[in-house]
């Protein structure tokens, strides 16, 4: 007797899939303010890291706040930067610390490592098959949703400057560079805050 397991059957489009998910959640309660006006509710996450199992949470959180309702800002620093250089430009900086700091971890969205079990490429490759498999919104797919839902990523001005990395570097749709001290105010208003 052969057993099988069921799979769930793909959708057509998962980020199609994710967005009608996200408009059946009950709708966001708006904070009364002094004076009878209602402030947005928003979420401010700071992402450090440029890996494939800390970007993708980044990407799903932010989208689904944003598709919830919640504006939501993404502060994006140090290693966490590199995803967000376009995929064609293979190396950055003016020195060569800063070139081989980039030849040795690649920039861009579809270029990510695993922090465990990367195996000289194979983790991210097993993890991208599963991914289609089950029909689950890649990296780059999340990216765009976000953009679309207007999440608004902030670039790590001290990290653009450590690594070299310039404005036009930059995918398209980023936000004015910022520092720590901007993105601390950010997050005490913020009713929510998270570091990935």
Same mark, same amino acid.
Request: aromatic letters at 8%; hydrophobic letters at 45%.
């Given at each position: 007797?052969?057993?099988?397991? #069921?799979?769930?059957?793909?959708? *057509?489009?998962?980020?199609?899939?994710?967005? $009608? =998910?996200?408009?059946? !959640?009950?709708?966001?309660? &708006?904070?009364?303010? %002094? @004076? +009878?006006?209602?402030?947005?509710?928003?979420?401010?996450?700071?992402?450090?890291?440029?890996?494939?199992?800390?970007?993708?949470?980044?990407?799903?959180?932010?989208?689904? &706040?944003?598709? $919830?309702?919640?504006?939501?800002?993404?502060?994006?620093?140090?290693? @966490?930067?590199?995803?967000?250089?376009? =995929?064609?430009?293979?190396?950055? @900086?003016?020195? !060569?610390?800063?070139?081989?700091? $980039?030849?040795?971890?690649?920039? @861009?969205?579809?270029?990510?490592?695993?922090?465990?079990?990367? /195996?000289?490429?194979?983790?991210?490759?097993?993890?991208?098959? /599963?991914?289609?498999?089950?029909?689950? *919104?890649? %990296?780059? #797919?999340?990216?765009?949703?976000? #953009? &679309?839902?207007?999440?608004?990523?902030?670039?790590?001005?001290? $990290?653009? =400057?450590?690594?070299?990395?310039?404005r036009e570097d930059l995918?398209? +749709?980023? +936000?004015? %560079?910022?520092? &720590?001290?901007?993105?601390?105010?950010?997050?005490?208003?913020? #009713?929510?805050?998270?570091?990935?």
């Amino acid at each position: 007797m052969t057993m099988t397991a #069921e799979r769930p059957s793909p959708a *057509a489009d998962p980020l199609a899939a994710a967005v $009608s =998910d996200a408009e059946a !959640w009950p709708e966001p309660t &708006a904070r009364a303010e %002094p @004076g +009878g006006s209602e402030k947005v509710t928003e979420m401010v996450i700071v992402n450090w890291s440029g890996e494939l199992d800390r970007i993708w949470p980044t990407l799903i959180l932010a989208s689904a &706040a944003a598709a $919830s309702g919640v504006r939501c800002r993404v502060f994006v620093t140090f290693w @966490g930067l590199l995803p967000f250089v376009r =995929d064609g430009v293979r190396i950055t @900086g003016d020195n !060569w610390m800063q070139r081989m700091l $980039s030849f040795m971890q690649r920039p @861009g969205i579809d270029h990510l490592k695993l922090t465990k079990m990367n /195996l000289i490429g194979m983790g991210p490759w097993m993890i991208g098959k /599963l991914r289609r498999q089950y029909n689950i *919104a890649s %990296p780059r #797919e999340l990216l765009a949703a976000c #953009e &679309a839902l207007g999440v608004e990523f902030i670039p790590c001005q001290m $990290s653009m =400057d450590m690594f070299g990395i310039r404005r036009e570097d930059l995918i398209d +749709g980023m +936000g004015e %560079p910022a520092g &720590a001290a901007t993105t601390i105010a950010l997050m005490t208003k913020a #009713e929510a805050s998270l570091f990935i």
